[in-house]
């Protein structure tokens, strides 16, 4: 697996990994306002976030250059000092073949070694505990806050913990 910049290209692959909205909400939260979304959506966002804040999409791909993954990483503090990692997500017919983990491990060496940052956090829905275990599975803990993000969904509430890690 090799981390490559996104391109507006691959936004089409990257939501066709969608599988129905709950998963779409775990992977998004409430960053779009509906479901489904088009590429132009996604690469609408982007372009917005790319105005807004200092911002890194990337896309994951296999040995033949196929998109396997995707996620972004930007910065939450003036220093430059703490990244966050979000919109993770994995082709969904080659889950359970480790690529999350392989790619969250290659987002931590970037967030660690290219930009310097000191600590990565991320947020993981409670009721996402598969991606919470690949989380974990590389590092990542989870970090008292004295606010949870709370999301509506479907009528229900949605918390989100909030992980991290350190340079270690």
Known sequence: MVLRPY??????TIISWIENEFSFRQWCADRYGGYPITPADMN??????RKTVKFYPFTAVDENEKPVGHFIIRYTDEERKIVRIGFVIVD???????????????ALEYAFGVLGAKKVTLGVFENNARAEKCYRSVGFEE????????????????????LGTDRK
């Open 44 to 49: 609408a966002l982007y372009d917005k976030m």
């Open 7 to 12: 391109g507006e290209g691959d936004a089409a």
């Open 143 to 162: 970090i008292a806050s004295e606010v949870t993000e709370r999301y509506e969904v479907f009528g229900e509430e949605w918390k989100m913990k909030l």
């Open 92 to 106: 969904n017919a080659r889950r359970g073949a480790g690529l999350g983990k392989e790619m969250m491990k290659k």
